[in-house]
């Protein structure tokens, strides 16, 4: 009956739909995420998904564990116990051959872990963590097809085509809409594609990952490369918030926000939506709803150009960023910090994947606040100490707010020590101890 339904009306448009971890995070999400492709798929279809619940943190453990000389195995036992505990619940039958896929996939990764690193973090980073998708992708194909939804699984490595930079991998945009536009288009003709956010890979078939909740701009990269109609992305919050509910008592949610004020909310750190997802969908038009799989009749809030900045919000928009380092460098010989000590310091930052969330210089300093990360960072301040004197402070936070009034911040900064203040336009920053 639903294939009927779906051949009937495949002359409809492409959409693509987004499910997080949290969406899939157990067997009864994952018949929710049935019953919502049921209820609202319609035509053409690309169904990006994340790893299952907190896989994503539980395999950065295995391989901390793994780097560290640890025994990994002990963790990777959880990983495993998890997705077949949610398996059993959904297909009971272990005849089914999804059980031996799994099987073999834990074999993989833990023979692997029985051999000591010969990689770099962020690489091992990128082929461990991965496993999270995969193996999320394989149970959800396997039981819609068990449960009379048709899809094809395809590995998102095979499309998704990246350089070889690990943790935050660039689209090679040229290759990936090759990939996507041929053999993709063809299959969503027939039945929806179930894939997976966040990995990639490098021409030579090594993984990468998009960088951390990537899947969002996974599933807009698909979008772009397929010309889709819209993106939905299903998440366990009414819509867009003007703030972090978990961190602040009162949000008020957005029915309709600019492709700038999205943007630019995800530039300064709102982890509603991965900062890449934006642009390659304003290139084409192709509007984005944030939608909840709890509450699925909602509509959500859309993003698009239908409405210039800043004329719906009714209430500031705030981020607070946590895990933030300050890091002041100064010339040793107090000369000032020209043009060619500022490209010296981002060559610097380029090269070794440095996020820089605020920036500012004077005369003879220049201090940027950075998002901290396991296993990365020190190398990127080594090969700058022979220049410069370097101090780092970390464990801070980065408070920004737009379109702020007076007393928003009076009550934001209440009690708190500020150590860099930047203003721009109807944005301020604070980094803050």
């Not at 693509?16 to 999400?29: L, N, P, R, T």
């Not at 994340?50 to 640890?70: C, P, Q, R």
């Not at 909840?292 to 009714?314: K, Y």
């Not at 396991?374 to 920004?400: M, N, R, S, V, Y």
């Amino acid at each position: 009956m639903k294939l009927f339904k779906y051949f009937k009306q495949d002359c409809k448009s492409m959409k693509i739909f987004k499910f997080g971890g949290a969406s899939v995070k157990d067997a009864e999400a994952v018949r929710n995420v049935k019953s919502i492709l049921e209820k609202y798929v319609s035509g053409p279809v690309v169904v990006v998904i994340s790893a299952m619940g907190k896989t994503t943190n539980t395999l950065e453990a295995v391989l901390n564990a793994y780097w560290n000389g640890k025994d990994p195995l002990a963790m990777l036992e959880l990983v495993k116990s998890y997705h077949f505990d949610i398996l059993d619940e959904l297909m009971p039958d272990h005849s089914n051959p999804i059980w031996g896929e799994l099987n073999k996939i834990f074999l993989e990764l833990g023979l692997y872990l029985e051999i000591p690193s010969q990689k770099a973090y962020d690489a091992e980073y990128d082929y461990i963590v991965s496993y999270g998708e995969i193996l999320s992708t394989k149970i959800i194909g396997a039981y819609l097809n068990h449960a009379g939804f048709e899809n094809q699984w395809v590995d998102a490595r095979n499309y998704i085509i990246t350089n070889h930079l690990h943790c935050e991998a660039r689209v090679d945009w040229d290759l990936t809409k090759s990939r996507i536009g041929g053999s993709i288009h063809e299959i969503t003709r027939k039945m929806p594609v179930i894939t997976q956010g966040f990995i990639g890979s490098t021409q030579d078939k090594v993984t990468t990952t998009l960088g951390r909740e990537g899947s969002d701009f996974t599933a807009s990269v698909f979008a772009y490369c397929l010309d889709a109609e819209e993106l939905v992305i299903w998440k366990d919050v009414p819509g867009i918030l003007n703030a972090d509910p978990k961190k602040f008592p009162e949000t008020v949610k957005f029915n309709q926000l600019s492709y700038q004020d999205a943007v630019e909310m995800t530039y300064y750190g709102a982890t509603v939506l991965h900062p890449k997802t934006i642009k390659p969908l304003q290139n084409k038009n192709i509007p984005l709803r944030v939608r909840s799989f709890l509450e699925p009749e909602q509509p959500g809030t859309i993003i698009g150009d239908m409405i210039p900045a800043n004329e719906s919000n009714q209430a500031p928009i705030i981020i607070l960023k946590e895990n933030q380092s300050l890091i002041s460098l100064s010339t040793r010989d107090y000369s000032f910090i020209a043009e060619e000590a500022i490209e010296q310091i981002f060559d610097e930052v380029v090269a070794h994947g440095i996020k820089v969330n605020v920036m500012h210089n004077s005369a003879i300093s220049f201090q940027i606040c950075v998002d901290e990360r396991p296993g990365g960072g020190e190398d990127f301040l080594h090969t700058l100490q022979k220049e410069f004197e370097i101090t780092k402070a970390p464990g801070l936070e980065l408070l920004t707010v737009k379109y702020p009034s007076a007393k928003i911040l009076e009550q934001l900064l209440s009690g708190k020590k500020v150590l860099l203040e930047m203003r721009s336009g109807d944005t301020v920053q604070f980094v803050l101890e």
